[in-house]
């Protein structure tokens, strides 16, 4: 249903995965629900676009697109080319 409870809320200053928000997630056994209905999240491009989440769910069983930014640091290392020496 469209007018079910959100249990998940993210803490302020804290770092949490936007798809918590989007799907909810387990905490100590029990589901926080999150904002889309439970097991509809389909997401695309995830290893294309790495600072967005983008994909796929349902909200009270229409679906719908969902565009979300990822807010938490990525971090790329990429050794030296010993060719370039």
Same mark, same amino acid.
């Given at each position: $249903?469209?007018? &079910? @409870?959100?249990?998940?809320? $993210?803490?302020? %200053?804290?770092?949490?995965? $936007? &798809?918590?928000?989007?799907?909810?997630?387990?905490?100590? %056994?029990?589901? /926080? &629900?999150?904002?889309? @209905?439970? @097991?509809?999240?389909?997401?695309?491009?995830?290893?294309?676009?790495?600072?967005? *989440?983008?994909?796929?769910?349902?909200?009270?069983?229409? +679906?719908?697109?969902?565009?979300? *930014?990822?807010?938490?640091? /990525?971090?790329?290392?990429? $050794?030296?080319? +010993?060719? @370039?020496?």
């Amino acid at each position: $249903p469209w007018d &079910r @409870d959100i249990h998940y809320c $993210p803490v302020e %200053g804290e770092i949490s995965d $936007p &798809r918590f928000l989007i799907t909810g997630y387990m905490k100590d %056994g029990v589901l /926080q &629900r999150g904002l889309f @209905d439970e @097991d509809s999240w389909h997401e695309t491009m995830s290893k294309w676009a790495t600072t967005v *989440v983008s994909g796929r769910a349902k909200l009270g069983g229409y +679906p719908v697109g969902i565009i979300c *930014v990822e807010t938490r640091t /990525q971090e790329k290392i990429l $050794p030296a080319d +010993p060719a @370039d020496a």
